[in-house]
């Protein structure tokens, strides 16, 4: 398990190193409102920047051990933020009302070369249906149950994103 703090407001502007201010100008106040939507959103793009690169880092990693061991590595936020869209910012608001960009945030997962025969065949097929669907963290739980094997009343086929390739394959 790895923290990333990742784009986490309103401190975007701590939230990655010097080197990764890239887009500019920035927002460097934790008073967010006081900020222009440009600053804000360059602010949170570093963010993004710095976290793609800590992922790539991460994976290049996993991929230099795979020689022996089976690795993989899954990346999700555990919420999406507002940036002042209809007023609304960060990820305050009740699942209830709040807005899609807040709870619907994309997943990234990696799987080894070196996984088991059995499941090999889902890296093409979800290469492929990577380029037609959306996943997100709703579809962590199931499909983590469902690559594991373990069975419970709780797993949902239908939130497994690998599902699709299990039936083709």
């Known amino acids: 398990m790895l923290h990333t703090i990742g784009s986490h407001g309103p401190t975007y502007y701590n939230r990655y190193p010097a080197a990764f201010r890239k887009f500019t100008p920035t927002c460097d106040t934790n008073e967010i409102q006081g900020c222009t939507r440009e600053q804000l959103t ?5 963010t ?3 976290v793609d690169y ?4 991460a994976i290049k990693l996993l991929q230099s051990k795979q020689d022996k061991f089976t690795t993989s590595l899954v990346y999700l936020s555990d919420h999406g933020e507002s940036l ?3 007023g609304v910012y960060l990820h305050v608001l009740p699942y209830s009302i709040a807005p899609d960009t807040q709870k619907h945030v ?5 799987l080894s070369r070196r996984l088991p025969a059995a499941l090999r065949y889902f890296a093409h097929c979800l290469q492929q249906r990577a ?3 959306n996943y997100s963290q709703d579809n962590l739980f199931s499909t983590l149950l469902g690559l594991l ?3 419970t009343r709780e797993y949902q086929a239908a939130d497994d994103i690998l599902t699709p390739c299990r039936e083709a394959g």
């Open 106 to 110: 994309p997943m990234a997962l990696w």
């Open 84 to 86: 002042g869209e209809d």
């Open 42 to 46: 360059n602010t949170y793009d570093n």
């Open 149 to 151: 094997g373990v069975s």
């Open 131 to 133: 380029q037609k669907e």
């Open 48 to 50: 993004i920047l710095y």
């Open 54 to 57: 800590v992922v790539d880092k």
